[in-house]
């Protein structure tokens, strides 16, 4: 059974620090991989997804990287702002169930003006 | 653009009682889901549907039903709430199973006394 894990479950960075999001996963056969960010109150909005054949993303000041040998994504946001304050989750859809998202419990992050 | 929107926002049950979640997408998505939203569980998929005239159990189908209505409407039915289903209710559609980025709506808060 798929298992995704985001550690740590809160993170404090001042307002300019570049910051690395860690994601990982215990079934390397997986499908692809969504980051998400999650405002209170709010549903998610998918920020990037990795295909299985791909090793990163990027959009804007965020990028993704996917490593499946290792079961591991690491999500980096660079010169982060008080916007960014939010909670990221990562997901990953594992064959061959490929239409059921396995989801982390997230990195509530905060970003200190 | 409206996306994914979700009615009722907010819904408080008493236990046996019966209500529907509504759901509607206007982004000419094939296939939608419903997930429920935990402290410390993560989401997890009850039911989705793979395009229009299809429905499908995902993880955790025990006391919902689903109707997919149309292309962009997709409802959740909760035939006889107990106590265990109070959560947050999400929305979710795709352009194709699995293989796109999830749109989320805002959500459905729901206690059951």
């Known amino acids: 059974k798929q298992e995704v894990t985001q550690i740590p479950a809160a993170l404090s960075v001042p307002e300019g620090e570049n910051l690395v999001l860690n994601c990982s996963f215990t079934?390397?056969?997986?499908?692809?991989l969504q980051w998400f960010r999650q405002d209170p109150g709010k549903g998610l909005t998918s920020l990037l997804l990795i295909q299985s054949s791909q090793r990163e993303q990027t959009s804007g000041r965020l990028n993704a990287s996917l490593d499946k040998s290792s079961g591991r994504s690491t999500l980096y946001i660079a010169a982060s702002q008080p916007g960014d304050s939010a909670t990221y989750l990562c997901a990953v859809s594992s064959h061959p169930a490929y239409e059921k998202l396995t989801f982390g419990t997230g990195t509530r992050l905060t970003i200190i003006p | 653009n409206a996306g994914v929107t979700q009615t009722p926002k907010f819904q408080v049950l008493k236990t046996g009682q019966s209500m529907t979640l509504q759901c509607a997408q206007d982004m000419n998505h094939n296939s939608m889901y419903w997930y429920r939203q935990d402290p410390g569980m993560g989401l997890r998929l009850i039911y989705y549907s793979a395009s229009e005239g299809t429905t499908d159990k995902g993880e955790v189908p025990n006391g919902y039903n689903v109707s997919r209505l149309n292309k962009r409407e997709f409802s959740l039915r909760l035939e006889s709430a107990a106590p265990s289903q109070t959560s947050v209710y999400f929305c979710?559609?795709?352009?194709?199973?699995?293989?796109?980025?999830?749109?989320f709506g805002n959500g459905t808060r729901l206690t059951v006394t």
């Open positions: 979710a559609s795709s352009e194709i199973l699995g293989q796109y980025a999830l749109h």
């Open positions: 079934d390397s056969a997986i499908y692809n």
